[in-house]
């Protein structure tokens, strides 16, 4: 059964670490549509637009990245598409749709935009066989052929559909790592008697290999939760091959959508002005709600801290950049107040506490 197979597998993450779930969304409102088919982005001669709640995109394009054959028939300025079995036929200002002969209304006709016609994407697509979703969250069409969505996937690999739910959890990923994730493995190093202030000398064992597999680890449950709940069918093969083969199949996975630790921050060793020791992460994005652009480890007497910088709906809304500086515990966290948003800001805020 896959789900027994699926709960013995994501055993080996959940046995070193814990997974936190947490919304997040980004304004989408700001973004223009994008459409790709089997995780492959169309790029189209024309953009996208919505009309009425429905995007409509040009029209050979989308046809021919689902694998239809097109034609255009210039008198009636009629676009005609095969795949299989199935004809569409769909006329530009036109409420209607063809399907086989069979007429289907359409919310929206298409039209001719600057000398492309755009065709409801969600009518034809799924007219000629596949499946569409919409993550609203950036603004993406997301298009699975027949073709792809029959398919068994391997455990080391996602369908096109599920590479985009990777994706557009950044946001939850990102929280769950500086507010749970990163402080708990802090507090249990700590625990396990670790000496910082040596480490901070040292620079030995290497904290900026633990933080990146620390994150790289926390998006693997993810992949591995998103499997298991999955419309489609994956194979999973921890009776075939090793524990190693798998983690590193996954970090694969993570590389393929951008979201292993070298592509989401940067680290490096610095100091406050007041001379502590700082262990410093800086997001590439934060343009997610509630995003944090700095974390610091300081280490104090015998235990490290973990401080963020971060964003507040609040302060969006009335247009202020400042950030909150925050120390954040795993099971709590304490707002100190508002602070710049530079990185000297963050470490200067940083001396104030005690």
């Not at 814990?18 to 980004?26: D, P, V, W």
């Not at 008198?75 to 079995?85: I, L, R, S």
């Amino acid at each position: 059964m896959k789900t027994n197979t699926a709960k013995k597998y994501i055993s080996l993450f959940l046995a070193m670490t814990m997974l936190f779930l947490f919304s997040a969304s980004a304004l989408a409102s700001e973004k223009e549509v994008t459409v790709c088919v089997n995780n492959e982005k169309i790029e189209f001669d024309v953009n996208p637009v919505i009309e009425d709640g429905r995007t409509l995109v040009p029209m050979r394009f989308i046809f021919e990245a689902i694998g239809a054959e097109v034609e255009w028939v210039k008198e009636t300025k009629t676009a005609v598409a095969v795949k299989g079995e199935i004809k569409l036929e769909i006329t530009a200002n036109s409420n209607q749709m063809l399907k086989n002969g069979e007429v289907i209304a359409l919310d929206v006709p298409a039209k001719i935009v600057e000398g492309r016609t755009l065709v409801p994407v969600r009518a034809v697509s799924e007219g000629l066989g596949a499946k569409v979703e919409w993550d609203k969250e950036n603004f993406k069409v997301i298009i699975t052929t027949d073709e792809s969505a029959s398919k068994t996937y391997k455990q080391t690999e996602l369908s096109a559909a599920d590479m985009e739910v990777l994706k557009s959890l950044y946001g939850d990923i990102r929280y769950a790592f500086e507010q749970q994730y990163l402080p708990f493995y802090v507090n249990e190093l700590t625990k396990a008697g670790v000496d910082w202030q040596a480490i901070f000398t040292s620079k030995e064992p290497k904290i900026e290999e633990l933080v990146k597999a620390i994150w790289n680890d926390l998006i693997c449950e993810f992949v591995a939760t998103i499997q298991i709940e999955s419309q489609y069918e994956y194979e999973f093969l921890v009776d075939v091959i090793s524990d190693e083969e798998i983690i590193s199949a996954y970090n694969n996975i993570l590389k393929q959508a951008e979201l292993s630790a070298e592509y989401i921050f940067e680290t490096k060793y610095t100091k406050t002005p007041a001379g502590k020791d700082v262990f410093l992460l800086t997001f590439y994005k934060t343009d997610t709600k509630l995003a944090c652009k700095y974390i610091a480890i300081v280490p104090y007497a015998n235990e490290a801290r973990c401080f963020t910088a971060e964003s507040d709906l609040m302060l969006e809304e009335m247009g202020i950049q400042n950030y909150f500086l925050c120390e954040v515990k795993g099971e709590s966290r304490t707002n100190f107040g508002l602070i710049g948003n530079s990185e000297s800001d963050f470490l200067k805020g940083i001396d104030t506490i005690e």
